[in-house]
């Protein structure tokens, strides 16, 4: 860690915190040379990984967008989709894993999307699950009617491989 002031690469860490969502830690550092202390925040890289191979870092506002379009005509408001993006990320980092595939994060909002309104869940499971009849959509509201509170019904196991 290079000193911003000096250069100097040596500093010892005075304070350590992690931030609300966990996801990252702010280290207060002294500079071993000239003594001036500054700040660094450390995080831990989520990258997401397309079908066409290309790898990208997460980024909660398209999970925001995606599910966004989803709930078009629905109330949910822009803090529910906020709370729903960070429920995504925390449940994609308590894998452990740091790479996902693209269509693991569309399956990972499953489970909140059921939480927060069951009709955008249906219009986005219809295209992440994809259901290809009327029968699919007739299971998935079954499941819906016998089991409302349920996260897991209709979702796979993911991150399995």
């Given at each position: 860690m290079h000193?911003?002031?000096?250069?100097?690469?040596?500093?010892?860490?005075?304070?350590?915190?992690?931030?609300d969502d966990g996801t990252a830690i702010r280290r207060r550092r002294q500079c071993q040379s000239c003594g001036k202390r500054f700040t660094t925040m450390e995080t831990t890289a989520l990258t997401v990984v397309k079908r066409s191979g290309v790898a990208e870092?997460?980024?909660?506002?398209?999970?925001?967008?995606?599910v966004r379009k989803a709930c078009q005509g629905r109330p949910?408001?822009?803090d529910d989709l906020a709370v729903l993006a960070q429920e995504v990320e925390e449940a994609i980092r308590s894998t452990g894993n740091s790479e996902v595939d693209a269509h693991d994060v569309g399956l990972a909002i499953l489970g909140p999307l059921r939480q927060l309104d069951q009709v955008a869940y249906l219009r986005?499971?219809?295209?992440?699950?994809?259901f290809e009849n009327l029968q699919d959509f007739e299971k998935a509201i079954h499941e819906l009617r016998e089991h409302p509170g349920a996260r897991e019904?209709?979702?796979p196991k993911l991150f399995t491989r």
């Open positions: 000193c911003p002031f000096c250069r100097h690469e040596e500093s010892r860490v005075v304070d350590s915190r992690s931030l870092p997460f980024d909660r506002s398209k999970v925001i967008n995606g949910v408001s822009n986005f499971a219809s295209v992440y699950q994809d019904i209709l979702q």
